[in-house]
């Protein structure tokens, strides 16, 4: 075998590597992905069956119930279009309460509850999850405010 021909095989090794990396890293990254929901969504069956995925809205008022004693918990969450029951099994975040911003990590059951593994409230009075203000402000709903996080820069010249 010539040197030229040499080389053309290592470089061909090496390119097949990177692609057969490349290759597992992205397989790696897509079965990790957590895609967000609304309750819309969920409600009208637009959501994976075979995977965990986030659904966000409010805590609907008067929905959390649970058993005296007994760690599971069940609230209905809203984005004022569509609601769907949670169940969730564990100790919920001190800040959660009824008529919050939350989001849950699950999957929905054959009974269409939504079975949560992870819950996570807002950490603040004026904080909401992105997702759950954008889908909220296209519902309509006057109660949510601009994001801080977007400012304009002005000048001085008037």
Known sequence: ???RRRRMVLVGLILLGVGGAVALALTAFQDNLLYYYTPTQVAAGEVPNDRLFRVGGMVTEGSFRREPGSLEAQFVLTDYESNVTVSY???LPDLFREGQGIIA????ARDGRF??????AKHDENYMPPDV???LRKQGDKRVTTPIATSTVESGAE
Do not use: K
Not at 105 to 108: A, C, I, L, M
């Open 1 to 3: 075998m010539t040197p």
């Open 89 to 91: 099994t564990g100790v």
């Open 105 to 108: 990590r699950g999957r929905v």
């Open 115 to 120: 079975i949560a593994e992870e819950v996570l």
């Open 133 to 135: 203000a954008d889908t």
